[in-house]
């Protein structure tokens, strides 16, 4: 299907995140006894989010971790994502997500959770599908996570509405101006350099400026061992860390092969309620 509506994947745990901890103001039940900030921003910020950055309404689809999301890139690495801490503070964007998934639902807006899948595979195989069936649409992916860049190009870009306005847009330009690498390049400069937040150390001693050196002209980590630039103490460090910087690379490679409950329809999603509302119908006021 064809279409020139615009399609806005949300990746729901990151903006439940920076609701629940990013909102200006704490919103609770009239009884004080229910913390609802997280719930409230979400639908805020999104509602904001297709206000503010889009011409035309968009096709949107939600997108969770599942529960085992991250079982099996543990069972490769049982260091990767180690260093989350679950505790209270943390669990309150989570115990938000069956009412976010039961207002979605309510106001027919499609949300995608595979118990199995974190939320990046999920969205990385729904963008595929889209640039396979349709490569002229437009995707665009809201969340602040770097690693989506490197599913950029001319079609799919990244919205990231907790930065200032003109420089929320993430195109291919943008990334090699900020990186000096291209998105196609993203997962081997990110294994060099490290994700302190998935807990992938990268190679120690090699920072944003000496990967980018390793990779320049779009090299690829393949490339490296014969490109002759694995020299001098830092290049030695890569090629001791080898094994591990490939292993990493495949820690942020985002799968595109996932089967999905659902696809893209190409018609505009309806007009989101205002925050008030959704929290008034889910009963929590």
């Given at each position: 299907?064809?279409t ?14 920076r609701?629940a901890f ?6 609770h039940?009239?009884?004080k006894t229910r913390?609802l ?6 639908f ?19 997108v969770f ?6 079982a ?18 943390a ?12 207002a979605?639902?309510a ?17 990385a195989?729904l963008?595929?599908h ?6 002229k ?9 770097r690693?989506?860049?490197q ?5 799919v870009?990244?919205?990231n ?10 195109e291919?330009d943008?990334?090699?101006d900020?990186y ?12 060099l ?8 150390p ?30 001098g ?16 690379r ?11 409950p ?5 018609r ?18």
């Open positions: 299907m064809m020139d509506v615009p399609l806005l994947l949300v990746d729901g745990h990151n903006l439940l995140w609701g990013g909102f200006p103001a704490a919103i039940s009239r009884d913390d900030t997280a719930e409230f921003a979400f805020a910020l999104l509602r904001v989010a297709i206000r503010e950055e889009f011409t035309a309404p968009p096709e949107v689809i939600v971790d599942g529960q085992h999301g991250a099996e890139r543990q069972a490769t690495d049982s260091d990767y994502k180690a260093n989350r801490v679950l505790d209270d503070a669990l309150k964007p989570i115990r938000a997500i069956p009412h976010v998934q039961e979605l639902t106001y027919e807006l499609a949300w995608i959770e595979i118990d199995t899948a974190e939320a990046d595979d999920v969205i195989t963008a595929t889209v640039h396979r069936d349709d490569p649409r437009r995707v665009w992916i809201m969340s602040g996570d690693d989506f860049y599913l950029i190009d001319d079609r870009r990244v919205l509405t907790a930065m200032k306005r003109g420089r929320r847009h993430i291919p943008t990334v090699f900020r000096q690498v291209q998105p196609t390049q993203w997962a081997d400069y990110r294994a350099t490290g994700d302190p937040a998935d807990n992938i990268g190679v120690r001693g090699v920072g944003t400026g000496t990967a980018a050196t390793l990779l320049a002209s779009g090299l690829t980590l393949d490339q490296l061992p014969d490109s002759g630039r694995l020299t103490t830092k290049g030695k460090a890569v090629a001791e860390a080898w094994n591990q910087v490939l292993g990493w495949d820690l942020i490679r985002m799968r595109t092969d996932l089967a999905l659902l696809l893209p329809t190409g505009s999603s309806r007009a989101l309620p205002t925050p008030a509302e959704v929290i008034d119908k889910l009963g929590l006021w």
